[in-house]
Structures are given as structure tokens and as C-alpha cells.
């Protein structure tokens, strides 16, 4: 059974750089792509970004294009999402996800679509 886990988390100026990990067991030839997603406190959970493990394609959220960046290392299973000019609205929880019939597409990747969820990690940006 897949089982992904984020680390990297923490506390962070404004303007500040972060950068997750999504370390991944289990993974195999069925799960197409990796996405990330977050939910602060009080709001809905969404999709921030996604990457296909084959071709490197990538899809962001418009509340973070431009800032963050995933990236991927498929040798090591692993997924990161660099994080930066970090703002106020970007505390979260954070959380990598996946499912066999993920691919990244031109819109973000829908939490609704995810059966299950990991622990994930928070970010707080705060000077």
C-alpha cells in the first residue's frame, strides 16, 4: 500500500524560502503522478500543485504559480515542493498525495479525489 511522507515544515519569516519533501514507499508503476495539497485552519483543503512522474509535467494553483515549485526524484521516490516569497495566507497543513488514477492536468489537483490522507506537515509563516 502506498504511503507517502511529508517533512521539511516549520516556522518561516514572510518572504521566506521552505522547502517539503514527500518521500514515498510503495510506490508503484500505477501511481502516475504526485500532488500537493493544504488546508489552513477554517478553509477547505485544496490542491496546490501536481507532477507527473514520467515527463516532469507540472500544475500549480494561481495562489502559488509564480512562487513555489515542485520538483521530483524518481530514484528516490521522492517529491519537493520549494516554497517561496512565502506570505501570510500560506500557513497550512501540508500534504502529498496520490492515487493510480492521477494525472497532472491543466487544473489543480482535487482533494476529493484522494481516499487517503497522511499526517502531513505544517508551515507557519510569522516575523
Known amino acids: 500500500q502506498l504511503q507517502l511522507v511529508e517533512s521539511g515544515g516549520g516556522l518561516v519569516q514572510p518572504g521566506g524560502s521552505l522547502r517539503l519533501s514527500c518521500a514515498a514507499s510503495a510506490l508503484t508503476s500505477e501511481y502516475h503522478a504526485i500532488a500537493w495539497f493544504r488546508q489552513a485552519a477554517g478553509k477547505e483543503r485544496e490542491g496546490i500543485s501536481c507532477?507527473?512522474?514520467?515527463?516532469?509535467?507540472?500544475t500549480y494553483a494561481d495562489s502559488v504559480k509564480g512562487r513555489f515549485t515542485i520538483s521530483r526524484d524518481n530514484a528516490k521516490n521522492t517529491v519537493h515542493l520549494q516554497m517561496n516569497s512565502l506570505k501570510p495566507v500560506d500557513p497550512a497543513a501540508y500534504y502529498c498525495?496520490?492515487?493510480?488514477?492521477?494525472?497532472?492536468?491543466?487544473?489543480?489537483?482535487?482533494?476529493?479525489?484522494?481516499?487517503?490522507w497522511g499526517q502531513g506537515i505544517h508551515v507557519t509563516v510569522s516575523s
Open positions: 498525495a496520490s492515487y493510480p488514477e492521477l494525472v497532472c492536468t491543466n487544473s489543480p489537483p482535487m482533494p476529493a479525489d484522494i481516499g487517503s
Open positions: 507532477i507527473n512522474r514520467s515527463d516532469g509535467t507540472t
